[in-house]
């Protein structure tokens, strides 16, 4: 499985970005795909995930603002985000693993390259 995220710059505080992942390769059927972001110097944390039968689990700093969804027939995943603040400023990572929404990154085997978001306050 390859992924590839494109969507990330800069945005004043309470702007909206959208996040995209194309996915290629053996997707799979039942499989989730998830959003994690890296700040400097912190460790990687789940954003969001979606997964079979389209659901989803958001990590509860981004509940109410970003929403994730899937083109199943484009094999991509979008992260709409709305209301930025500059503690959302990371590098997104999309991530994909066969099985059910897992909030742990160990749980992901392929990831894609990162794109950065950064809020301006």
């Known amino acids: 499985v390859q992924l590839q995220a494109s969507g990330g710059g800069l945005v004043q505080a309470g702007g909206s970005l959208r996040l995209a992942c194309a996915a290629s390769?053996?997707?799979?059927?039942?499989?989730?795909m998830a959003w994690f972001r890296q700040a400097p110097g912190r460790e990687r944390e789940f954003v969001a995930g979606?997964?079979?039968?389209?659901?989803?689990n958001y990590a509860d700093s981004v509940q109410g603002r970003f929403t994730i969804s899937r083109d199943n027939a484009k094999n991509t995943v979008y992260l709409q985000m709305n209301s930025l603040k500059p503690e959302d400023t990371a590098l997104y990572y999309c991530?994909?693993?066969?099985?059910?929404?897992?909030?742990?990154?160990?749980?992901?085997?392929?990831w894609g390259q990162g794109t950065q978001v950064t809020v301006s306050s």
């Open positions: 991530a994909h693993r066969i099985g059910s929404i897992q909030t742990g990154s160990r749980y992901y085997g392929y």
């Open positions: 979606i997964g079979r039968s389209d659901l989803v």
């Open positions: 390769g053996r997707t799979y059927t039942v499989n989730t």
